[in-house]
């Protein structure tokens, strides 16, 4: 279907890029009657959806201001602004430090996971996020708490979470399991970037291993959860992961579900999506990607008719 505020299926069955353009260029953006067309309220709503918290005042007012603050036409800049200041939420350095390191965090620890998309009624498997919302909601909340960039003590609190985080994470079962104690810092380092996807450098690889100092196996807490952070950290994870990222927030930011979860039974409309904003160069604008998730009947039904 196409992405339509009385249509839930967030992807076109023609997924022809002109035919998507027009129809989410041909949406009526008039309605009114629910919350969400409020602009403090949907400002709060990005706080609550992407940061895991309630607005600071300055932080509601200057956005608000951001969308409110239009030229003529008025109908059409309101659009644009809250577009804008949605996607900035995802592109800020709370989330980016926040929801987003967790996402890396799962990627280098285990890999990808394996999803089911149809395209011209062919089904294929494509490699897929394997973080799941009911994981990345609480891990998220974790590392962000009572952090509020820009206000006194960030920084130190940020780092602080950061810390207790990953040495929580290495302790689970799930990571000894998939990362064995009994491993020698090499092949455990070795592991982290093959799940990543990343081909380090001589320094890159040396730097990660001598996390663990003279040691013969990986079995140190805290140096696993230095080496894990360190690979989470890395530039060339972060770029390459960011667009299947931004895609992959869409779901859980805006819709609170996974990919292949309630009107989607599997990864088609995140294919669509991920395509599309690869196409334009990770351009959300010229994607509509945020364009047509806010619009969507599945998000403006959260807050009412």
Same mark, same amino acid.
Request: charged share 20%; aromatic share 12%; hydrophobic share 40%.
């Given at each position: 279907?196409?992405?339509?505020?009385?249509?839930?299926?967030?992807?076109?069955?023609?997924?022809?890029?002109?035919?998507?353009?027009?129809?989410?260029?041909?949406?009526?953006?008039?309605?009114?009657?629910?919350?969400?067309?409020?602009?403090?309220?949907?400002?709060?709503?990005?706080?609550?959806?992407?940061?895991?918290?309630?607005?600071?005042?300055?932080?509601?007012?200057?956005?608000?201001?951001?969308?409110?603050?239009?030229? &003529?036409?008025?109908?059409?800049? !309101?659009? %644009?602004?809250? *577009?804008?200041?949605?996607? /900035?939420?995802?592109?800020?350095? @709370? #989330?980016?430090?926040?929801?987003?390191?967790?996402?890396?965090?799962?990627?280098?620890?285990?890999?990808?996971?394996?999803?089911?998309?149809?395209?011209?009624?062919?089904?294929?498997?494509?490699?897929?996020?394997?973080?799941?919302?009911?994981?990345?909601?609480?891990?998220?909340?974790?590392?962000?708490?009572?952090?509020?960039?820009?206000?006194?003590?960030?920084?130190?609190?940020?780092?602080?979470?950061?810390?207790? &985080?990953?040495?929580?994470?290495? !302790?689970? %079962?799930?990571? *000894?399991?998939?990362?064995? /104690?009994?491993?020698?810092?090499? @092949? #455990?380092?070795?592991?982290?970037?093959?799940?990543?996807?990343?081909?380090?450098?001589?320094?890159?690889?040396?730097?990660?291993?001598?996390?663990?100092?003279?040691?013969?196996?990986?079995?140190?807490?805290?140096?696993?959860?230095?080496?894990?952070?360190?690979?989470?950290?890395?530039?060339?994870?972060?770029?390459?992961?960011?667009?299947?990222?931004?895609?992959?927030?869409?779901?859980?930011?805006?819709?609170?579900?996974?990919?292949?979860?309630?009107?989607?039974?599997?990864?088609?409309?995140?294919?669509?999506?991920?395509?599309?904003?690869?196409?334009?160069?990770?351009?959300?604008?010229?994607?509509?990607?945020?364009?047509?998730?806010?619009?969507?009947?599945?998000?403006?039904?959260?807050?009412?008719?």
């Amino acid at each position: 279907m196409t992405p339509s505020v009385t249509q839930s299926k967030l992807f076109p069955t023609n997924r022809t890029v002109t035919n998507l353009a027009q129809n989410v260029a041909g949406l009526d953006f008039t309605i009114a009657d629910n919350p969400i067309d409020d602009t403090a309220s949907f400002v709060t709503q990005q706080y609550r959806d992407f940061l895991n918290r309630e607005p600071d005042p300055k932080g509601l007012a200057f956005w608000s201001n951001e969308i409110v603050g239009c030229a &003529f036409p008025w109908p059409e800049c !309101q659009q %644009a602004k809250r *577009i804008n200041v949605s996607a /900035a939420f995802f592109l800020s350095t @709370e #989330f980016q430090q926040t929801g987003y390191l967790v996402e890396r965090i799962y990627k280098a620890a285990y890999g990808d996971g394996t999803g089911t998309a149809i395209v011209n009624g062919a089904h294929f498997q494509l490699p897929v996020p394997i973080i799941r919302f009911n994981e990345f909601l609480p891990d998220t909340q974790k590392i962000g708490q009572g952090v509020i960039v820009g206000q006194a003590g960030w920084e130190q609190q940020l780092e602080s979470n950061k810390q207790s &985080f990953t040495t929580e994470f290495v !302790q689970r %079962a799930r990571f *000894i399991t998939a990362l064995p /104690a009994s491993m020698t810092p090499a @092949e #455990f380092v070795d592991k982290l970037f093959m799940n990543a996807g990343v081909k380090p450098s001589a320094s890159e690889r040396a730097d990660a291993t001598n996390e663990f100092g003279s040691a013969t196996t990986s079995a140190d807490t805290t140096a696993r959860a230095r080496a894990l952070r360190r690979m989470a950290e890395n530039s060339t994870l972060t770029q390459q992961e960011f667009n299947r990222a931004f895609v992959l927030m869409q779901y859980f930011g805006y819709l609170r579900r996974d990919p292949n979860d309630g009107s989607d039974t599997d990864y088609s409309g995140y294919d669509f999506w991920l395509t599309k904003l690869n196409q334009f160069n990770g351009n959300f604008v010229n994607a509509e990607l945020v364009k047509a998730f806010i619009t969507s009947a599945e998000y403006r039904q959260r807050f009412g008719p």
